[in-house]
């Protein structure tokens, strides 16, 4: 018996940190970005994937929030000790804010729900996607699991949760690589220590909030220089938190001589991904190839 599942990656486009603590985000889910789990019967408890082939329970701790999504659903299976061989299949990138972790949680859980005919509900899908996001990070909005599990463009509040914006802003984003691994709970663990001693951080996080809604509004609007604006602020803000890196701060340089409308870093920071705001692809094919000693990878997305 064999049962998979294919699940996509996502950006943050605002509202990375500030959505932690209770303020919006708006984050887009990435198709062309994705992983398929597949569950089939073993020989043990195995897991296949790019970095680890290995005994399940034995995989670097790297792997803990995927540990306990397995632990979990066999519990609920009612069959602790069964052996199973999972394979993940596709790349995302780890540690760069494409929500590898989350991708992988939901496609472990949704597969094997599949697999033992368990017929969770969404919700009791999300709430064990969500834990091992927890156990990955330190401390999860919810963001990445909502946007994962989204076709649309999620708009987030971690009280009212996902809400889908189904609206086009009719420009490009450019997606970069940095080739650099964020850390996302030693980001995360870096802004409480900002927020425990500095009232500009506490009101740096405050305004990103405030920018999540207002690029909502524009985003409706189709207002792209606006939406450009606000990327630019929030990469100030989110750079005065520690988060930004040389490499990040030169990409943000070449973006604008080359005519993007804004660029922020995205995601937990410290590395990562950053995304430019264009008018169109020529524009974000022409920063892509002026940055390629700066970066791994890049994707085009029209959004």
């Not at 020989?43 to 290995?54: K, L, V």
């Not at 066999?74 to 069959?79: D, I, T, V, Y």
């Not at 999972?86 to 599949?114: C, D, F, H, W």
């Not at 990955?136 to 076709?151: E, F, I, Q, R, W």
Request: one cysteine or more.
């Amino acid at each position: 018996m064999k049962s998979s599942y294919l699940a996509h990656g996502k950006v943050i486009l605002i509202g990375e940190h500030s959505v932690v603590y209770g303020y919006d985000a708006l984050a887009l889910p990435i198709k062309a970005l994705n992983i398929r789990t597949t569950v089939e019967d073993g020989s043990q408890m195995w897991m296949d994937t790019a970095r680890y082939h290995g005994p399940y329970f034995e995989a670097p701790d790297e792997y803990n929030g995927l540990k306990y999504v397995v632990k979990t659903i066999l519990k609920k299976a009612g069959q602790p000790d069964a052996k199973l061989k999972i394979t993940y299949t596709g790349e995302i990138p780890m540690e760069r804010g494409l929500g590898s972790s989350a991708t992988v949680a939901l496609g472990t859980t949704k597969a094997m729900n599949q697999f033992f005919n368990l017929q969770m509900t969404e919700n009791e899908i999300m709430a064990i996607t969500n834990h091992a996001e927890m156990i990955n990070h330190g401390k999860a909005s919810g963001l990445d699991a909502a946007t994962v599990h989204s076709d649309y463009l999620v708009f987030f509040n971690k009280q009212a949760g996902p809400k889908k914006l189904t609206a086009k802003l009719n420009s490009t984003l450019l997606i970069m690589d940095t080739g650099q691994l964020g850390n996302t709970k030693e980001a995360v663990t870096k802004v409480r220590q900002e927020m425990e001693n500095s009232i500009q951080a506490n009101k740096g996080i405050e305004r990103l909030g405030v920018l999540a809604d207002q690029t909502k509004k524009a985003w409706i609007k189709q207002n792209q220089e606006q939406v450009g604006k606000i990327f630019d602020e929030a990469q100030t803000i989110l750079s005065s938190l520690g988060l930004s890196t040389d490499r990040i701060d030169q990409l943000n340089q070449i973006a604008h001589q080359k005519g993007c409308l804004g660029f922020k870093l995205s995601g937990g920071g410290l590395g990562g991904i950053v995304i430019a705001l264009c008018l169109n692809s020529e524009t974000a094919e022409k920063i892509a190839q002026a940055s390629k000693d700066l970066i791994d990878h890049y994707w085009v997305e029209e959004i």
